[in-house]
């Protein structure tokens, strides 16, 4: 078996790995890569293989840098089954329909700047249609079945990252191969905590937080309540950029939970995101995914909705939040305030220092949420300088990977790892991952893109 690290390999996004056994030329995710504009194109457009000799594809998860490139293959003549299990088939159906969507938003924008500068117009990196054909090849396997993909056997092992995340085992010719896609934490709402695999030959392993610890939900959740008290006291807004897939309902589930056990006082919330809203709606179709906490309260009621609790899909509906003076929460996408809603609701906060911006999630560089998440002021908005005034907060509990000791105590909890493969997370993460790694004995490789390992 030749497994080659093509994506998410010293850096985080557009995970994409080729496994070839016994004729079988199989992928595992098919990511976007997301970066610089003109980068991002080159590399998620040039496939390093004939799209056409892949024979099928098996998806960790629907996150956007796992999913996105699906429609560029089918596109360039792939045209064989791509395994996921069933709720990731619904939100990643989901996620390529919105991606579309952004390419061709993205796009008129472009070639009118450049139809302006008298250059050629270009064309997206793929269309609508891409995204349905991408769409009509997902087939669903739940987790814990075997299922055969030309001469390999594979089983998804629930990976407790967002709901239907997947880590993958494969069995060809003797030898194991184990992918843990976007691993989750320990004690995460909603979903449950990631399985353990058995033994494996070969363990490509994420690493985004290799070297960094996050706090307990507990302690989150504690930080939570207070932030957004101390923010109603002084009369202000709580804004919360968040990613619409997973993030945006632990919060509703653990804003829920707050308010339920009297720590949290009656106060509006608001989820402001078309798309969060629908994918909402499919976490509520997919009890099969969620832990026994979850299961237990979905017998007495709905899990993400509360009496205070309002999903917003209509612009007007949103804009209409600029008029309301009392304190409210709102959770809107972007997650790293690069587009999206959330940006309407900055501009017109950014000025008050009775509210604040709660940071929940992982800041990119050069992103508008590193740079308020880094205290930078004015910040550029619609193009317009603003002061910041707003409060600035940061909470890393509520990220949806595990940290430096969770990945730790997980690999270490496999009956045996012939290697490791340390991938999808930012160079000195994975670096330092692999020497903690090394030091407990294992064997470990940081690849480089395009490097072929044999099992
Ligand atoms: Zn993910």
């Known amino acids: 078996m030749r497994v080659t690290p093509y994506g998410a390999v010293r850096t985080v996004t557009g995970s994409m790995h080729l496994v070839e056994t016994g004729g079988l030329r199989l992928l595992l995710d098919c990511g976007l890569f997301q970066g610089r504009r003109a980068e991002s194109q080159e590399v998620n457009a040039s496939l390093p293989f004939p799209a056409s000799s892949i024979d099928a594809v098996v998806l960790s998860h629907a996150h956007l840098d796992h999913c996105g490139n699906l429609p560029t293959l089918v596109s360039q003549g792939f045209n064989g089954p791509i395994y996921c299990t069933p709720a990731t088939r619904d939100l990643a159906a989901l996620v390529l329909r919105d991606s579309a969507k952004v390419q061709r938003q993205d796009i008129r924008f472009v070639n009118k700047i450049r139809r302006r500068q008298g250059q050629k117009p270009v064309t997206p990196l793929y269309t609508g249609k891409d995204a349905e054909r991408a769409i009509r090849r997902l087939a669903t396997v739940p987790y814990g079945q075997t299922f055969s993909i030309g001469p390999a056997r594979v089983r998804f092992y629930d990976a407790g990252h967002i709901l239907g995340s997947a880590i993958t085992v494969l069995e060809a010719d003797g030898r194991v191969l184990g992918f843990s896609g976007d691993l989750g934490r320990l004690g995460a709402p909603i979903v449950r905590d990631p399985e353990v695999p058995p033994a494996v ?7 985004t937080y290799g070297d960094r610890l996050h706090q307990s939900y507990a302690e989150g959740e504690a930080r939570l309540t207070e932030v957004v008290m101390e923010t109603a006291q002084r009369g202000g807004k709580v804004l919360i950029p968040a990613f619409a897939l997973g993030r945006t309902q632990d919060l509703i589930y653990s804003l829920r939970r707050l308010r339920e056990s009297g720590h949290l006082s009656s106060l509006p919330v608001f989820v402001d995101s078309p798309m969060a809203v629908d994918a909402t709606a499919i ?5 099969e995914c969620f832990d026994e906490e979850t299961r237990g309260r979905l017998k007495r009621r709905d899990p993400f909705g509360f009496k205070e609790v309002r999903y917003v899909r209509l612009q007007a509906e949103s804009q209409q939040l600029n008029d309301m003076a009392e304190p409210f929460v709102v959770i809107a996408t972007s997650g790293m305030c690069e587009s999206g809603r959330i940006r309407h609701h900055l501009r017109q906060h950014i000025g008050d220092p009775r509210s604040t911006l709660l940071i929940v999630s992982f800041q990119a560089a050069h992103t508008l949420g590193r740079r308020l998440a880094g205290g930078t002021s004015p910040v550029n908005i619609f193009g317009e300088p603003h002061e910041v005034r707003l409060q600035v907060r940061v909470l890393d509990s509520f990220s949806a990977h595990a940290d430096r000791d ?8 496999l009956p045996r790892v012939g290697q490791v493969l340390c991938v999808h997370g930012e160079e000195s993460q994975s670096l330092v991952f692999a020497d ?5 004995g294992f064997t470990v490789r940081v690849p480089e893109r395009g490097e072929q390992f044999t099992v």
Not at 406 to 413: H, I, Y
């Open 283 to 287: 976490y509520r179709r997919h009890p």
């Open 201 to 207: 030959d070969l363990l490509l392993m994420e690493t």
């Open 436 to 440: 903690r790694l090394t030091s407990r």
């Open 406 to 413: 969770e990945l730790l105590a997980w690999v270490g909890r």
